[in-house]
Nanobody, 126 residues
Framework: QVQVVESGGGLVQTGGSLRLSCTAS????????VAWFRQAPGKEREGVAC???????YYADSVKGRFTISRDNTPNTLFLQMNSLKPDDTATYYC????????????????????WGQGTQVSVSE
């Protein structure tokens, strides 16, 4: 059974930092592009960052310079380091994996991803 589980969300003040983690079981993230999305109440789910299997990363303009997506040697694990958080970053954050090695130009479309976690809530206070 495939499970994708996010963790690390919470409540933080403006300017603070959080590090989100995503772990998969029953599914290998090796060879896949993986991404973080977020969805605020009443808004569409939007792509935040993507990392290709070979390493290139892509970011939404709204988070460039503040967020960093990464993998490390921990098997099947993805991270999102979020610094200088703003109230507009408040959302449920989701981890997603696609059946392609590369993020490519369509990485921001949720329909490009076959596997999703249940999300972790990030709230940034004024």
């Amino acid at each position: 059974q495939v499970q994708v589980v996010e963790s690390g969300g919470g409540l933080v003040q403006t300017g603070g930092s959080l590090r989100l983690s995503c772990t998969a079981s029953g599914l290998t993230l090796d060879g896949r592009a993986v991404a973080w999305f977020r969805q605020a109440p009443g808004k569409e789910r939007e792509g935040v960052a993507c990392i290709s299997w070979t390493g290139p990363t892509y970011y939404a303009d709204s988070v460039k310079g503040r967020f960093t997506i990464s993998r490390d040697n921990t098997p099947n694990t993805l991270f999102l380091q979020m610094n200088s958080l703003k109230p507009d970053d408040t959302a449920t954050y989701y981890c997603a994996a696609r059946n392609e090695r590369s993020c490519s130009g369509s990485w921001r479309s949720r329909y490009e991803y076959a596997f999703w976690g249940q999300g972790t809530q990030v709230s940034v206070s004024e």
